[in-house]
């Protein structure tokens, strides 16, 4: 493979390994931080157990989180000097506030969370635990505003003498029209997230009839609750943010529905066999007129096809191939969708049971294997809104081809990749036995820790 395909593949991977970890810190810390509210508000102690037991695994997940983190932003210079070198001074700046501010607050009340509980009075503890959830979501938010403007630039010029782009709109850039449908769509996963994962936890104490089952039962109505909230709402977003996608960014969602042919009405493809050299659908199982519905909110509407979008394309940007992996866009699309679809039955099938005396032992043990469900749901997600960019980095201003370093070679590019590969397959390693660990231990084990045990 050459330094593209290669460079390419480690930042792919590197990723989505630390994307494992970012959704859960992101919706187990505001989970917390309302089940301690509960604990104040009430005085009850089985939300403190509760808040204990859910803080010790969102600590075992933020630090693993970090390790992948700040390795991955290394490649910008090593791998990608280029597109360092076109886009630096835009994309350092949220990326600068995202570490000086939100994950410095964030770090600091943790420490403050986790060694507060008998040093500080309950709502000063209970603040502390609101600014850890703050600090985590703004770390995202600012995150994703740098991630906005490589899918919809804005709030830039280009230097004319050495053709870099230098931020001309600070304001533009942090409030990009992208990040507004793109960041409620990361938040609300993070929430489902939490919550299926609480709900998997608990639905496994209750399969094993742990006592005191009232803990876990309480625990898994937390967790359902938050989970249906969160899917229900990520629904809602991610059709609002497929709608301005489709405007935005149409290759991106012409990719996504194998769409190459113009269409008015446009049919809903549920399965299609892609052949991208053809540059056609050799079999396909489609609802008529509905992606016209998705886009248009009605049945009647053109849907722009990958042809024409692509014609277009040359004409504004010059020759080339401006088509991403169509296959992968498609089906990474609807495992994400499958994946959420199955997190929100779960979810309402959990609220219903909870109101009988009896959780069925059926639904207690499909829970308690639902935790892979957002995994799926979250990389798939990510891929799909990265390869659907393709061949962009910086969408319409910087092809992926001219934004990696040029004094790479393949021998570089493999050692570092299978370094990374090991590395971070032990973190994954260390992270899944730490979580599978104090998760079977339960609260009670977590209620009886010390601070120093985290």
């Known amino acids: 493979m050459d330094v593209l395909t290669l460079s390419r593949w480690q930042f792919a991977i590197t990723t989505v390994y630390h994307f494992f970890f970012v959704p859960l810190t992101l919706g187990i810390s505001v989970l917390i931080a309302l089940v301690e509210t509960q604990y104040v508000r009430t005085g009850d102690e089985k939300y403190k157990q509760l808040a204990k037991f859910w803080g010790k695994l969102f600590l075992i997940n933020f630090a693993i989180g970090v390790a992948t983190g700040l390795v991955q932003e290394f490649q910008f210079g090593m791998n990608w000097s280029e597109y360092s070198r076109f886009m630096g001074d835009i994309f350092g700046a949220p990326l600068a506030i995202e570490a000086l501010l939100a994950f410095y607050m964030e770090s600091t009340f943790i420490g403050v969370w986790v060694f507060g509980w008998e040093k500080l009075s309950k709502k000063a503890h209970l603040a502390a635990a609101w600014l850890v959830a703050l600090g985590s979501n703004l770390s995202a938010l600012w995150i994703l505003i740098a991630n906005s403007f490589m899918q919809e630039p804005v709030g830039y010029k280009i230097d004319p003498e050495t053709g870099r782009a230098l931020m001309a709109n600070f304001f533009e ?214 390869v659907g960019r393709q061949p962009w980095i910086v969408y319409g201003l910087l092809l992926t081809k001219d934004a990696v370093s040029p004094n790479l070679g393949p021998g570089h590019l493999w050692f570092s990749l299978i370094g990374y590969i090991v590395v971070y397959g032990l973190l994954i390693i260390a992270d899944v036995y730490l979580l599978v660990r104090y998760a079977h231990a339960g609260a009670e084990e977590a209620e009886s820790s010390t601070a120093m045990a985290y």
């Not at 899917?231 to 012409?254: E, F």
């Open 173 to 386: 850039v942090a409030t990009n029209p992208n990040v507004r449908v793109q960041w409620p769509h990361v938040f609300f996963a993070g929430m489902t997230t939490a919550g299926i994962f609480v709900a998997s936890v608990a639905a496994y104490h209750l399969y094993r009839r742990t006592s005191p089952e009232s803990l876990y039962r309480t625990a898994l109505r937390w967790g359902v609750v938050y989970a249906l909230i969160g899917s229900l709402m990520v629904t809602l977003v991610g059709h609002v943010q497929g709608q301005y996608l489709t405007h935005s960014q149409p290759m991106k969602m012409a990719a996504a529905e194998a769409l190459w042919e113009t269409e008015d009405p446009a049919d809903f493809l549920l399965f299609a066999i892609v052949d991208e050299d053809a540059q056609q659908n050799t079999a396909e199982i489609k609802i008529p007129r509905f992606l016209s519905f998705l886009v248009h909110n009605k049945f009647s509407g053109e849907v722009r096809g990958i042809k024409d979008i692509q014609a277009e394309y040359e004409q504004k940007y010059g020759p080339g191939d401006y088509i991403p992996p169509v296959a992968l866009t498609f089906w990474s699309f609807r495992i994400m969708v499958t994946a959420g679809l199955l997190m929100l039955l779960l979810a309402f099938l959990g609220v219903l049971y909870l109101r009988k005396p009896e959780i069925p032992r059926w639904y207690l043990a499909a829970m308690g294997w639902s935790f892979i469900l957002p995994y799926i749901a979250n990389s798939f997600g990510w891929i799909m809104a990265e």
